[in-house]
């Protein structure tokens, strides 16, 4: 029985919920109003379009459609400014170590992200080679917690949904593997991922025999 594994982007491989907070808050102060780090929380897992509604909430704006599609624009500009120079030392720790331990299994990997950035950073910090698939904001139209963007890697895989797990760092993201019946593993504060099937704070605290486990269920 083949297992896959799909794996969100940011807060899980690498850390670029800072540069997308950045950009945020640049665009928030551009328009009269601040963006907290806190209320930068919202937006793990939630598409450009969401993240933008919910920022002109946050600052009490209104756009036009013409103003709202310039602005979108505008904050992806700056935000691929902000990733130009990424490097492998944004790799979050011990990540490498099991997408190596994986590909030496031959088990089929896939990358599933709200992100349309991902292939260009995955290249940047030198883990492109790693992925059979890359399903991201390109790819699909529902955002998580809809669970089209696992749905489709695991098809692209070729591998059924409740033999596929999902590492996530968002209440969405987990939400979006539970939903297609996959295995949720939350990369984070247990705390607020509380409906993953297994947490952990970060990659250095799963071992292999763990892993190894999960490919033989």
């Known amino acids: ?51 933008l509604e919910i ?29 130009k120079n990424m490097d492998a030392s944004e790799i979050l720790p011990d990540v490498p170590k099991i997408l190596q331990f994986l590909k030496e299994r031959n088990i089929p990997i896939a990358l599933g992200s709200a992100s349309k950035n991902a292939q260009p950073i995955l290249e940047k910090v030198g883990l492109l080679h790693y ?16 669970p089209e963007v696992f749905l489709l890697a695991a098809k692209q895989l070729g591998v059924k949904p409740e033999d596929c797990v999902v ?4 209440v969405a993201g987990v939400e979006a ?14 705390n607020v991922l509380t409906k993953a099937k297994y947490n952990f704070n970060d990659f250095t605290q799963i071992d292999t025999y763990f892993v190894q486990e999960l490919i033989n269920r």
């Not at 590492?167 to 968002?170: P, R, V």
């Open 167 to 170: 590492f996530e760092d968002a």
């Open 1 to 51: 029985m083949k297992k896959g594994f799909i794996f969100d982007l940011d807060g899980v491989i690498v850390d670029t919920a800072k540069y997308h907070y950045l950009a945020w808050k640049k665009l928030a102060n551009q328009l009269g109003f601040d963006f907290t780090k806190e209320q930068n929380e919202l937006f793990k897992g939630v598409s450009r379009k969401r993240c």
């Open 177 to 190: 593997a539970n939903r297609a019946e996959m295995i949720s593993i939350g990369i984070g504060d247990k």
């Open 131 to 146: 992925f059979d698939t890359i399903v991201d904001g390109n790819n699909v139209t529902k955002a998580k917690p809809d």
């Open 55 to 83: 920022l002109l909430e946050i600052g009490n704006r209104k756009a036009t459609q013409e103003e709202f599609d310039t602005w979108m624009v505008e904050k992806n500009i700056d935000y691929l400014a902000y990733i």
